[in-house]
């Protein structure tokens, strides 16, 4: 049975203030087991929340964040930390989603990886953005994120 | 982090007069940022309609545009508007999805863009009209649209 | 275990002609057991059409009839075939839908009937009918019929 | 087999040019056959819009109709062109619904009706408007008008 | 903590031959806890099939039951047996359901049953049984068994 | 802004008789605009009626056609009058659902069509049809018709 | 036709500064019409998050709002601004859903109101909060608020 | 219009036995029509059982088998009759799902055909099996069988 | 703003150990505040495990509780370890249910409380519980489980 | 009729003690028929727990297997004993799946296997883990697992 090595974390099992902007979050990572297998993590944060840089309200957005870890994993609770150091900062949706994937591939070097954001409407028309790092690797099976299409009422 | 430049626009930010035919009303485009990645970019769209050319009766769609951007975003807000401009014009389903499709291209020269326009229902029968301007660029996740197709009643 | 008794029956376990109208289908019915026991039967019919009398043109409707049974239960091959027999009929929505009822009243004498109809839309706009005898008897179970809203495109 | 008395209608069958306010449209009726027969008749609107007073840009509603008909039958088509003739006028939402509701209430002078008026939403809060002309009459069937609630996404 | 007496059993646990017909079926009870707690327990089995009785061709329904005990539980693999035992008997979907209700409404004396029978389609139109033993004690939670009314298709 | 060719039409804008046999139909067409352009058009037809050449019942059927134009477009008010005509038309679900799509084939020799036929049950087991011209030409973007699978009940 | 008295409000049609907690926010009123009729106004708020009074860290809700109006409306742009301003309060789910009930039947004085706030879950079990000021008035429509239940995944 | 030669049929339009066991069932075939045309066949049987081999108790599933004919089309009636066949026959769910595909194959001599057994759980964990015959010839259009993955409760 | 007295918690904002039966599982309480609101506090356990006492295997249901509150508040951290103390406790579903619902009821007093398990399928038939003290006070507003029932497969 | 050969085993048609890790659990397979047939077997096991190994609380998963047999099958009973003897084992989410998978290929050496691992949220972000030994073989049939994405609320 595999057992991963956390000795490395300063934030997993501690008492940690909230991170008040994206570059103060602290975000870690652990080795990889495994290491000749490619396999897909995902993670799903339907709790996002951002500030718009023009008019200072609040923007909301779902995201999943897909990876075929490397040499590292990224460690749960500092990702969780580094998302809601978003909740108040100003930027773009486009902007702002792919800065989150190009922190995560800076840190992780994944052999692969890609994000969806789901942003709520705004003038009664969504935006979702979508990237991923390059074509996946070959034979690694990544399902459909599997977020619903805006509809409106009725 | 990213930050959009956003000199050139004419409406955001702005109280604006709803524009009465798509010929008046200006679509506009800012730069792009993170010029070397190829992202998709979706607005869906559930509150349109126009006019029938026929009968002058109100037809409605449901209308979802992707697209990658090349050197240029369009402006959420003045696209919101353009679409609005359609409520006093007539127009086959067919010409107005193509010619809505067009407009876009001519001002974004995106790298790649799609729409998926689904009708009403008129005589029991809906039309969807689908549409893009090329395979896509390969390595590029664009998802499905997701729209449930037309089913009657029981 | 219970047994019901067919022996009026004229076209269960033989090939019978289509009948060609409303008037010239026979409706036929058995004894029912149980006497003492209110239960519910429900029908659901999706395969109903019948004629638009001002145009001539096609409905089609997705029909449900719940009763309780008196002293008959209506035998199901001679329901399907009264059904089928509106396919060249021509009747306003709200007339066709109350007919079926009460023919059914007046062949079973049920101790409670409803009927819901949902018509396919015309002009965008789709009729549903319902109707039952009167309140239902006491301390007797009657679900939803279930039959989802109409909601257009999107 | 029952037959609908059509003969007061001027516009079912014509072509009749599109109402521009409501004040405008004729609303027409028909006598209703099966006269001590308590049912329910649905009309599902889900093209429905008007025009936001205070900016003149444009609202949109999933709207449903209930009720017992008394002495009258609304005339489809009829219906139909009263809801377009919203289409250039400005309400806010809670007074669009009622008005409607009371309109067909002094029509058909009905025995029991209620309206279901689904907005979509503006500033990330839609707003619904439900109302009846009173407790319905005792058994009578009235399913559920089964619009769902707004949810956002994700 | 609660411990059920099932001293009473003969099936429980052990390897039990198939019955061969409801009537050679056993159907076994344990003595209920909670006396004097009105709860309702709820089987579901959508694996349950018969033969007609007119052509022999099987038969297939979905069955929920449930029931307020009394002094008395069913033993649940005793009821599976039960429901199996009908593989190979015939007889008419009204009877059928009423039947099966019946017989555990003899062994336990509930205080109150209720069973839904919703049978495959035949001909194009399934036939869906509701019966209750009575209305049900007041104040006892008793949830919609939930099941979807026959669509078709499309 | 393109305008529709409709100068070859004899059945739009006019009242028109219902054919009574699908050789009788007469289906047409337009010119295309867009000539250079690859796009879909789908005609969903929920309201499919024919008859079972053994027995003389009633078969429903949901239908769904997808097609991209070469030079001709079918009007759509011929293909509803075209559907209409198998009402009393004889014929396998296979062959009937072949030979809808060979006739528009036939008609617009279009660049790529597909039919979906989706029939309701017959003994318990419906059957669904499903063929295309051959792949779709590259590039075109042609989305699931998204039919749900039969399942029966519960 | 009626039309709203908005004479008395500061916020609708301005720009407003974002209030930074609940207590600074300027809820306002509108008189409403049709005095006589009790009706229902629904408000559905999927985009709430407030902060967790223990640990800091953000929670999130899911909030609907049904009042039947007496003589007030609540302005819908001021509602809006009321809820973002709960943004950086710490309250406990019960307290902090209550405080923004009464807060709501202070300014309206409604004839009825109820809220259910729906949480977002923590430790893999959410808690949802369902309160009303009394029973519905009799004859009064109240559709259900339609939520879904948690479920977890898989 | 195209007409199937039944002539070879023993079955259909006859009042025909149960076969006891699938040696004793006759599975039957007709000449294809529209020989140079590669088209989908699908049939759904929601309504299968066999026996556990182990244990003699009954096993249920959810079969949908799709192919391209050769010459040869399956006549329904008789699928249906084999199907019912193994009502009494004990197998384990890989063999039985795979000998029902292979059987086919041998009468058929398909184009191509696939198998999806979707086995009721037991123990609280289903099997699943799919088979192809191998890839589909290039250009087929073959639609997902679109059954949903088991997820036990809540 | 109403504050929550947790003064006599012994488990909230400690490192606790895993109780390891229900009767070592500490359940905790703390003084409800809005002594004279009636209002529903619902908590909803997907992640439930118990073991079979017959057969030593592991059983697993969906369990969802609703109260309202009397004095006092279950303390949602010991909750959470009560329900997890059931993992190595053998006991029938009926049995179990209705212990956990009575063990709330000895803690709190509450006004009123019910309970709906959702016991995973043995033998292909799920049993589902539902318990309640009592009907609901008048005029508190209690929404549904919305727990879907069992269906197999298809 | 082919006939699985089960003189190999120890476990199933016996009363099996409950393993109490996954060394202690003996996983067993049998000889695969129909040798030359690349087919694909699903297990669905909704009903997975074990322990963190940081905090010794309750994790629970949704696991779906997919493989193609080579010369063995895995014995159902033995697959759900070795699931269930993760209850009392501490790990990681990514190393308990990727560990499951490998003892399956350890044992059953199968052409291809993947699995996918769909944990409940843990601090708001649920993980998921995907893995397959490596591209299916061309020309296998292997549908989606149709696991929803975690979604949150309302
Ligand atoms: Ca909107
Ligand atoms: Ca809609
Ligand atoms: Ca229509
Ligand atoms: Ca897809
Ligand atoms: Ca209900
Ligand atoms: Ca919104
Ligand atoms: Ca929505
Ligand atoms: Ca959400
Ligand atoms: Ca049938
Ligand atoms: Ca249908
Ligand atoms: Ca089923
Ligand atoms: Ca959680
Ligand atoms: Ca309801
Ligand atoms: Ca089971
Ligand atoms: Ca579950
Ligand atoms: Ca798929």
Redesign the interface.
């Known amino acids: ?4 090595d ?1 000795s490395g974390l300063s934030q ?2 501690q008492n940690t ?2 991170p008040t902007s ?2 103060e979050a602290q975000l870690e990572r652990v080795p ?3 290491a000749g ?11 996002f ?1 951002s500030i718009c ?6 923007d ?3 995201i ?1 964040i897909d990876y075929i870890p490397g040499d590292w ?1 990224v460690e ?2 500092s ?2 930390l580094y ?2 150091s978003f ?1 108040n ?1 100003g ?2 949706h ?2 702002c ?3 989150i994937a190009k922190r995560l591939v800076d840190l992780l070097a994944p052999k692969w990886l ?1 994000i ?1 954001a ?15 790092t ?2 996946a690797p ?17």
Do not use: C, N
């Open positions: 049975m595999t057992k991963t956390v997993l099992g203030a909230q994206p570059e990889a087991g495994h297998t490619d396999y897909v993590v995902r993670f799903t944060a339907p709790e929340t840089p023009m008019t200072g309200q609040p909301f957005a779902h999943v994993l749960s609770k990702l969780k998302l809601h909740r900062h930027a773009f486009e902007d989603t792919i800065d890609r969806g789901y942003w709520y409407p705004r003038g009664g028309i969504p935006i979702d953005v979508f990237w991923q390059g074509p070959e034979g690694v099976w990544i399902p459909d994120q599997g977020v619903a299409t805006y509809r409106g009422r009725g």
